[in-house]
């Protein structure tokens, strides 16, 4: 993955309102349902339909690792191939970077794969990050956008020395990235600012009824749809509700605020935390789904603070 993708996207300036990202990642359509305490039977009905979706690509997709198309003919690199086909299913992985991918979701030793996983490798000889990811869909096979040539293709582990002497790790996202079953209050905020993605509109000015909001407005909207009244005019009053919480013991729900200006106490931008390093951030482009452990979240971090007094 060429990691100049995500430097170009974060090449942003940042107002009081909204936050002009190019959007240049795919977004989620929605939040998933079930979580692993449910249903042992939704969950690999899920990895099901990853893996359909999946293979629905085959002969439809070229190679690109500089450019992303999620409409025919498509053109994936490898993590955004599998980003695509998770979002399809309602799974917010929040990036195609590997790297980033393989922060989320739980450790799976080596050999204990289970549909759905995700299982990462590291053939360059320079850096730390992984630079290929596969998902895993059973009887020792993968399925991944592999190169130019291959495209999209689906192998066996033994096949070639390369997925033994170049193996990293695997994650298993099933069912770590979904939500609850019952939903808490918190999935039911970040279900709900996700299936405004391409319905709002955010800007100036708050208009509900027109799906027109400024990004505090936007925060009010999701907030009040679950019975929570905050209300605030900016940025700033937002921050000033609730109570503090540390970067480390983020909930689903939770507000995270960022400055323009690094060092800075202002705020200029407001993320719902969405849980595994996932924000779902209102800009100027749209509600969009990222993830926390990018660069210019870290450097721009002010402080978190927690609206939900019960979970």
């Not at 942003?12 to 959007?23: D, G, H, K, W, Y």
């Not at 895993?136 to 020395?161: E, F, H, L, R, W």
């Not at 800007?203 to 799906?211: C, K, L, P, Q």
Request: aromatic share 10%.
């Amino acid at each position: 993955m060429n990691k100049k993708i995500i430097s170009a996207a974060l090449a942003a300036t940042v107002t009081l309102s909204t936050l002009a990202i190019p959007a240049l990642e795919p977004q989620p359509v929605s939040a998933a349902t079930l979580t692993s305490q449910s249903n042992t039977a939704a969950v690999n009905a899920k990895a099901d339909q990853l893996i359909a979706t999946a293979k629905s690509l085959i002969g439809k997709a070229s190679y690109s690792n500089t450019q992303y198309k999620d409409t025919y003919p498509y053109k994936f690199s490898c993590a955004s191939f599998l980003m695509y086909v998770f979002e399809k299913n309602g799974v917010d992985l929040g990036t195609y970077n590997e790297d980033y991918m393989m922060k989320q979701g739980t450790y799976v030793a080596k050999g204990q794969w289970k549909k759905g996983d995700l299982l990462f490798f590291k053939s360059k000889k320079t850096g730390t990050d992984p630079d290929h990811v596969v998902m895993y869909i059973g009887n020792n096979k993968v399925i991944q956008m592999a190169d130019p040539k291959q495209k999209i293709v689906i192998t066996d582990m033994n096949s070639k020395p390369y997925y033994k002497d170049n193996y990293v790790t695997a994650r298993r996202v099933l069912p770590s990235l979904m939500s609850s079953n019952p939903a808490t209050t918190g999935d039911k905020i970040v279900e709900s600012a996700y299936k405004l993605r391409d319905k709002a509109t955010i800007g100036s000015t708050t208009n509900a009824s027109a799906m027109r909001f400024t990004s505090t407005g936007f925060i009010n909207y999701v907030y009040k749809k679950q019975n929570i009244t905050l209300p605030a005019t900016s940025i700033s009053a937002l921050m000033a509700k609730g109570t503090t919480v540390s970067r480390a013991n983020l909930q689903k729900g939770d507000l995270v605020f960022f400055n323009s200006v690094k060092g800075s106490k202002t705020p200029s931008l407001v993320g719902i935390y969405a849980g595994d390093y996932r924000l779902i951030i209102p800009t100027s482009s749209g509600v969009q789904s990222r993830v926390l452990l990018v660069d210019y979240y870290n450097t721009h971090y002010i402080t978190a603070k927690r609206i939900i007094s019960k979970k």
